[in-house]
């Protein structure tokens, strides 16, 4: 291989230097970054707990972060910072599109501290993509918010005039069906059976009491007849005239209870008429003729006429209570086929009413909330966010690492240089020994004769030797050239390929 030494320098050489060149040539890739913190702690929560809806705005923030990374945001972003001018086709429109969703990194901590990042090979481009996206993230996610409140509101709007209209609705339904059975329609003392078992025992009871008051009257007439009317002598007129009276104090009581259509008011003023015509017709007949003084009347016979004539307009009222009371009962027990049905389309009807109407009340209070709710949002006082580090336009670049990549293309060229001398060895050995002889030819070697070098052929090999450390020498130490001098040689570059490139 030493043969081959000055071709495998050459080689190394021209690796090199290519290598190095390549590496000059890959453009800087500038890093901008902005960190932006997410507080979500607001004054205004635990003074509207319970009166506004409860939302989880980190979810919501959460899903705008992946929402910054969806296509339409990529490719308005693409659009705001000039990157489309990039492509000329759709093909390189998605390549881009899946360039851009690559190089943006989106990290989050648990402190709630989000940071945006992208590289780009223009620094100007990067700073205006984190700006874009920082932009995007913060408006979009409050107009999210106040968004969903407005949709919210809208539905809830539309809601609360369509239950505003069923209310209505209900209601007229409910009022015509009372008009029209009227007659029929439960009252408070509870449905159809109930009425007439109601019914049926408040006759009951009114019978008791008319057999009680019949058995009292049975029972004072009988005391009558036992008594004397007059201690002296008769006196006719009196008598009607206690009994008109009587008649005419329970009318004045019932007068003051009824109108002048009541049964008991009706009866009880006949009861007066036939009384006074009873009188007239004694007077006109002689029978009150020679009457005794009425200081002779029989105070114990009066006071039990008086109390008979009492007892009389007590069972008068008392039949006419029974007979409306029958009449009552009649009238439920004909309608037995009828009311259960209205009782129950009535029932149906308040039940669709109270229904609609819990509804719509219920809505009215969503509403009332979620306006408090966007209220709130508006203040922007639910979530803020705070800018720890704004983007900036990157100074330095931040790849590639042009050391290791300068390193990595000298090692490939000394190792080229090599693997270059080797095949040429294989290709043309030669015997570097004795032992390689016998090996190759199978003829014993008996000895060997060492050549002896003149001092001028020593040089010459020092020279040899010298010249080949002094190039390694030198392509190590352009190396480091190349390593200290990069930033220049990579703007030298670019220059050049500006100038080839237009």
């Not at 230097?17 to 000059?24: A, C, E, M, R, T």
């Not at 209070?365 to 006082?381: H, I, V, W, Y």
Request: charged share 25%.
């Amino acid at each position: 291989m030493w043969r081959y030494r000055w071709r495998a320098l050459l080689v190394s050489w021209l690796a090199c230097v290519i290598g190095w060149l390549l590496v000059y040539s890959l453009p800087n890739v500038y890093e901008a970054t902005t960190r932006v913190y997410v507080d979500t702690d607001s004054v205004l929560r635990p003074l509207l707990k319970g009166l506004t809806t409860e939302s989880n705005v980190m979810n919501q923030v959460n899903m705008m972060t992946r929402a910054l990374l969806s296509r339409p945001h990529l490719e308005e972003v693409a659009r705001e910072t000039d990157l489309d001018l990039r492509a000329n086709t759709p093909r390189e429109m998605e390549n881009l599109i899946e360039s851009l969703r690559s190089s943006i990194q989106i990290r989050t901590t648990r402190d709630q501290l989000y940071t945006i990042t992208f590289r780009d090979h223009n620094p100007r481009t990067a700073h205006a993509v984190v700006q874009n996206l920082l932009s995007n993230f913060v408006g979009d996610t409050l107009q999210g918010n106040r968004s969903d409140s407005q949709v919210a509101m809208r539905f809830l709007n539309e809601q609360i005039a369509d239950h505003e209209a069923r209310l209505v609705e209900a209601e007229e339904r409910l009022a015509q069906f009372k008009q029209k059975n009227v007659g029929v329609m439960p009252d408070t003392t509870g449905d159809y059976y109930a009425r007439l078992q109601s019914s049926a025992a408040e006759l009951q009871e009114l019978n008791s009491q008319l057999s009680l008051a019949q058995r009292t009257r049975s029972e004072l007439q009988r005391q009558l007849r036992s008594e004397e009317p007059v201690l002296r002598a008769d006196n006719l007129t009196a008598e009607y005239d206690l009994r008109i009276l009587s008649a005419e104090n329970a009318l004045r009581d019932l007068t003051l209870q009824y109108t002048d259509r009541h049964p008991d008011v009706i009866s009880t003023k006949d009861l007066i008429e036939r009384l006074k015509e009873q009188k007239e017709e004694a007077i006109a007949s002689g029978s009150a003729g020679g009457a005794s003084d009425p200081d002779d009347l029989n105070p114990v016979y009066q006071s039990m006429k008086i109390e008979l004539n009492s007892t009389e307009v007590e069972i008068a009222q008392l039949q006419a209570k029974i007979e409306q009371q029958e009449a009552r009962v009649l009238g439920l027990q004909r309608a037995v086929d009828t009311i259960p049905g209205v009782e129950a389309e009535l029932a149906k009807l308040n039940r669709d009413y109270e229904v609609t109407k819990a509804r719509y009340e219920a809505l009215l209070e969503r509403f009332e909330s979620a306006r408090l709710t966007e209220d709130a949002g508006q203040s922007n006082e639910n979530v803020k966010f705070r800018v720890i580090d704004p983007p900036t336009i990157p100074l330095e670049p931040i790849g590639p690492n042009r050391v290791m990549f300068l390193a990595i293309a000298l090692v490939f060229g000394l190792a080229g240089g090599g693997l270059f001398a080797y095949s040429m060895n294989q290709v043309d050995p030669v015997f570097s020994g004795l032992s390689d002889l016998p090996a190759e030819s199978g003829i014993r070697v008996l000895g060997s004769v060492s050549a002896i070098l003149t001092p001028g052929q020593r040089f010459s090999r020092g020279l040899q030797i010298g010249a080949f450390m002094t190039g390694v020498t030198l392509l190590l130490g352009t190396f480091l050239a190349a390593v200290v001098f990069r930033t220049p040689a990579v703007e030298l570059a670019a220059k050049v390929a500006t100038r080839l490139s237009a």
